[in-house]
């Protein structure tokens, strides 16, 4: 599948194909599913969801019918035509494989994994350049669909495992999953969430997102899919110029389904303005201008 546009990010409204298909009737090029494992997963007891700084702190825990019983919501999206990317997760090498194998016979246009939800223990894969090459490895190995692998900015070098899972095959990286976070509540003098500690998203990770984008960008070959507090068009327009070549919304869906059309909206008017014909002009521009 090319790797351009506005996406649907992994989590948020990724789990019922009419869900799906209304995100994509607002605007988004391409949805990408909850991420899906082997068995049905009850997720972490609530509350899993708080606000905090103008973004969110979840600890759903991966929540998800396991991906047998997503197999329906799946031919619903292929028989509608709608470009979806399964997101899928596993605890272990056998297990992510086993997901997989299951996951490219739904006929998905790409498969993305999941190796960094910061309230889950998956979370550590992507803080290893060696189980992260070992995850991707494994998949690529069962599947004949692109793989993408989803990175974390809690690891202490993105870049190392970014390359590794260049390295093992990937077809592209995303960048960011959530960070680790808590919120406390100050009159029950304790944690808000059920987990305790959860994933933040939304306007606040912004400027981490793009940090870890332009890196990733420079140092690898394959294609960058920029997510991580996305919600005006001069955000695209930033992760664009830092390297992002596709583009994931999740938490500014809160405000309204139409923040597609709107950013596309105002990406069009920007490259009119600037006199700039494709967007692929300024993917990475503002590390290309000054190395
Ligand atoms: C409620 C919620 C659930 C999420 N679930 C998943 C998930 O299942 N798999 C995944 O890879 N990322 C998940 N994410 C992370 C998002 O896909 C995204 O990486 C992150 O929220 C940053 O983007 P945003 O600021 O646009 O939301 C979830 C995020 C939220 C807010």
Redesign the pocket.
């Given at each position: 599948m090319k790797i351009t546009g506005y996406w649907l990010?992994?989590?948020?409204l990724?789990v019922t194909a009419a869900s799906m298909g209304r995100v994509i009737e607002s605007g988004a090029d391409v949805v990408?599913t909850?991420?899906i494992s082997l068995n049905p997963r009850q997720g972490h007891s609530g509350p899993?969801?708080a606000t905090s700084h103008e973004?969110?702190i979840?600890a759903?825990g991966?929540t998800?019918p396991g991906i047998d019983a997503f197999k329906e919501e799946m031919e619903t999206l292929r028989e509608q035509n709608i470009p979806v990317v399964l997101?899928i997760?596993g605890n272990s090498i056998e297990e992510i494989r086993e997901v997989a194998l299951k996951g490219v016979q739904l006929e998905p246009s790409a498969i993305?994994l999941?190796l960094?939800?910061p309230h889950a223990e998956i979370g550590q894969i992507a803080h290893s350049p060696d189980l992260t090459h070992k995850y991707v490895a494994a998949v690529k190995d069962v599947v004949d669909c692109q793989v993408f692998a989803?990175l974390t900015p809690n690891a202490s070098d993105v870049i190392s495992v970014g390359k590794a899972a260049e390295d093992a095959g990937a077809d592209a990286v995303?960048a960011?999953?959530?960070l680790r976070g808590m919120k406390i509540d100050i009159y029950q003098m304790r944690p808000v969430l059920g987990n305790k500690v959860g994933?933040l998203?939304?306007?606040p990770?912004?400027p981490v997102?793009v940090r870890c984008v332009y890196d990733l960008s420079q140092a690898l070959t394959i294609p960058i899919i920029g997510?991580?507090?996305?919600?005006t068009w001069e955000d695209a327009i930033e992760m664009h110029l830092a390297g992002a070549s596709a583009i994931?919304?999740?938490?500014?869906l809160i405000g309204g389904m139409n923040i597609f059309s709107k950013i596309k909206k105002g990406v069009a008017k920007y490259l009119d303005e600037m006199n700039i014909s494709e967007i692929s002009e300024i993917i990475g521009a503002a590390w290309r201008s000054i190395s």
């Open positions: 990010a992994s989590g948020v990724g990408v909850k991420s899993v969801i973004g969110l979840n759903v991966l998800n997101s997760f993305e999941n960094s939800c989803k995303v960011i999953n959530t994933g998203s939304g306007p990770i912004f997102a997510v991580g507090g996305v919600s994931q919304i999740g938490t500014a």
